[in-house]
């Protein structure tokens, strides 16, 4: 099954992703040198500026200064850049794939990672010398380099109990003995697994890298997830009840019969896997900014949609929405963005279709889907591509 899947990988020529799976994978790091031959940097460093200036854009400005790290959040003021000085520096702009399609195709090599556990693409800019510090991650990450080359050292595995300095917004650690150390040139791949110490340092002016990040829910998160879920859901006139009650023989102990009855009435549900599947199917496509409006100016009306399928207008994902499906008994139902798309057959076999690529041509589309592509439009999840 997921062989049939991989075409993407073509763009990674070499790397075996059964290998990569059974060996590295949440186990160890792996360095590929540029598979792709001729690299192409998808971004100019003075767009990941302008981004790092727009409201609704995530970015970190990260300083340097006589051992003393620097924090500021975006945006930035549009004259920031030009009043830095000397100490080195480095800018982090989050989910630039949301925004530049050519930055939203460094995913597509690595879609034999399930679509929910994809995060976003983190984009950085340093010059030389800047860096973020020696850290480490709780999820796995692929780092591209794109511009210039950066010096990698990675170091022991870290846990909850590992010692990081005192600064408010930045998890450094406060020791890091490197075990391996490699430069990055533009177009190799560094893979990173999860709590792996790293510390990544720019050698030249104009370095760029670019992180394809990947999300990890904590068991915590799950837990206050689903339990809120089923608390909008539950009955609050249901009571505990004792019509069998037998006479105390100690008024302060509480019986084990009694224990029994409220433990089932505390986690009646909580077992429910097919209930679960619903939250989490919207719980894993949440929107990471549900700020951004991408609808259209003009809503798509009945016939507009059987109009452009039957020109060839082929439909391509927003980069910014999430897609992931999860199959039932006479379909599937469909995840985007949180909301939930209930599609029998033939309409399932379109939203597996949606699923699995950025990009549908028409002559994939079943008259059945018109409906749910409308639908699709006009929440910006989906768009016909311009010709």
Not at 279 to 296: H, L, M, Q, S
């Amino acid at each position: 099954m997921m062989h049939a899947t991989l075409s993407t990988l073509a763009r990674l020529p070499g790397f075996d992703v059964d290998t990569f799976v059974r060996d590295h994978w949440q186990r160890k790091p792996l360095l590929i040198r540029n598979p792709w031959g001729q690299w192409n940097n998808p971004l100019e460093p003075d767009e990941l500026a302008g981004l790092a200036c727009e409201p609704q854009v995530e970015s970190r400005l990260i300083t340097l200064e006589s051992q003393d790290w620097n924090l500021e959040n975006g945006p930035l003021p549009e004259d920031r850049f030009s009043r830095l000085g000397r100490a080195p520096w480095t800018l982090l702009v989050q989910a630039v794939d949301h925004y530049v399609p050519e930055v939203a195709a460094l995913v597509e090599p690595f879609r034999f990672i399930p679509n929910w556990r994809i995060d976003d693409v983190m984009v950085s800019y340093a010059v030389a010398g800047g860096g973020v510090g020696a850290h480490f991650d709780q999820y796995d990450v692929f780092l591209i380099q794109g511009l210039g080359t950066r010096r990698w050292q990675l170091g022991e595995l870290c846990d909850g109990d590992t010692p990081l300095l005192a600064h408010d917004g930045l998890r450094l650690l406060a020791e890091f003995e490197p075990v391996e150390d490699w430069v990055l040139e533009p177009g190799d791949i560094l893979y990173v697994p999860p709590r792996v110490a790293h510390k990544g340092v720019a050698l030249s002016d104009d370095c760029m890298t670019y992180s394809v990040g990947f999300r990890a829910p904590s068991r915590c998160e799950l837990i206050a997830g689903w339990s809120d879920n089923m608390l909008d859901e539950i009955d609050e006139d249901r009571r505990y009840t004792d019509a069998t009650l037998d006479p105390a023989a100690n008024p302060g102990e509480i019986p084990a019969e009694a224990l029994a009855r409220l433990h089932a009435l505390a986690t009646e549900g909580l077992h429910d896997s097919a209930g679960f599947a619903r939250w989490f199917g919207g719980y894993a496509t949440a929107p990471k900014n549900p700020e951004i409006d991408w609808r259209p100016e003009e809503p798509f009306a009945d016939g507009e949609v059987a109009d452009a399928l039957a020109q060839g207008a082929a439909l391509i994902r927003n980069p910014a929405s999430r897609f992931a499906f999860v199959r039932e008994a006479d379909g599937v139902t469909l995840f985007v963005d949180g909301e939930v798309y209930p599609c029998a057959r033939p309409t399932a076999r379109f939203a597996e279709t949606l699923c699995a690529a950025p990009t549908v041509q028409a002559d994939a589309v079943d008259s059945a889907a018109h409906d749910l592509i409308r639908d699709l439009l006009n929440t910006g999840a989906l768009a016909f591509e311009e010709t």
